[in-house]
């Protein structure tokens, strides 16, 4: 509805395009008369929103317009407090330059674009200067509005377009930059995917335990070696101080960095 609406800022004088799609429908009358609430209507026909808009069919007389809101049971005074309250961007307004809230003396109707945060609101209004321009409008001269029963587009994703988008944001090629193609863990080409990441990672888990056991069986073998080793030479000579000696094998063991490779 505002889209429409906004095709036609600018447009001014008459006959013009509304004035001459409305006579269309309803007769050469409405030519040239006051054509605010007959781009209302044009608007609604052409964004496909006549049933919300025009409950009682096409509408040039604001007056009736108002009242088939009320009919309804959608009618809101235009008070600050209902503006905030209850106004939406599409709501149809309605103003009485006399500034009663009373149907029978509106005056004029534009479509809100925008709810302020003070009360007032930001329009698209035909026939305001022979024109059809963007206002905002204070309480004072708003007799009421009311919200038509648009049909609200679901842009909501299904779950499906949902599980799709997780599933592709975490399928992914892995390349030889990465760090575990590089350490061979991985190999370049390989495919990460939901449906196979926990199994590919609960087997590098696996192979790596199993790599971390070997090499503590190593390391293990070699602490009984160099123990063995340092109590043979002890009981050679009993001056010498098995415990001091491994400490200082440990010792020099911790400074040194060791790649250890193991094998398949």
């Known amino acids: 509805m505002l889209a429409a609406a906004r095709k036609d800022l600018g447009l001014s004088g008459r006959p013009n395009r509304i004035t001459r799609a409305y006579s269309e429908r309803n007769g050469s009358v409405f030519l040239r008369a006051p054509w605010c609430n007959q781009a209302v209507s044009i608007w609604a026909l052409k964004s496909g929103n006549e049933d919300a808009v025009l409950p009682e069919g096409d509408r040039a007389f604001t007056p009736w317009h108002a009242q088939d809101g009320k ?52 329009t698209i209004e035909a026939n305001t200067g022979d024109a059809c321009k963007r206002r905002v409008r204070s ?5 009421g509005f009311w919200n038509p029963p648009y049909e609200e587009e679901d842009d909501m994703p299904s779950a499906k377009e949902v599980a799709d988008a997780v599933y592709e944001r975490f399928t992914h090629t892995l390349n030889k930059d990465l760090w575990a193609v590089r350490e061979g863990i991985l190999k370049d080409g390989d495919k990460i995917e939901p449906k196979t990441a926990f199994r590919q990672t609960w087997a590098y888990s696996k192979d790596n335990s199993a790599a971390l056991r070997r090499i503590e069986a190593r390391l293990d073998a070699q602490q ?16 010498v101080d098995a415990d001091a000696v491994v400490r200082r094998i440990e010792t020099a063991i911790s400074n040194l960095t060791v790649r250890l490779e193991v094998a398949e």
């Open 71 to 122: 009919d309804i049971g959608r009618w809101h005074a235009g008070t600050v407090e209902n503006i905030k309250r209850y106004a939406k961007p599409g709501a149809l307004i309605f103003f009485d330059w006399s500034m009663s809230n009373v149907i029978g003396a509106i005056d004029h109707i534009g479509i809100i674009e925008k709810v302020l945060s003070d009360g007032r609101v930001a």
């Open 139 to 143: 309480a004072s001269v708003i007799a």
């Open 224 to 239: 009984a070696t160099i123990r063995t080793l340092v109590e043979a030479l002890a009981s050679r000579d009993e001056a």
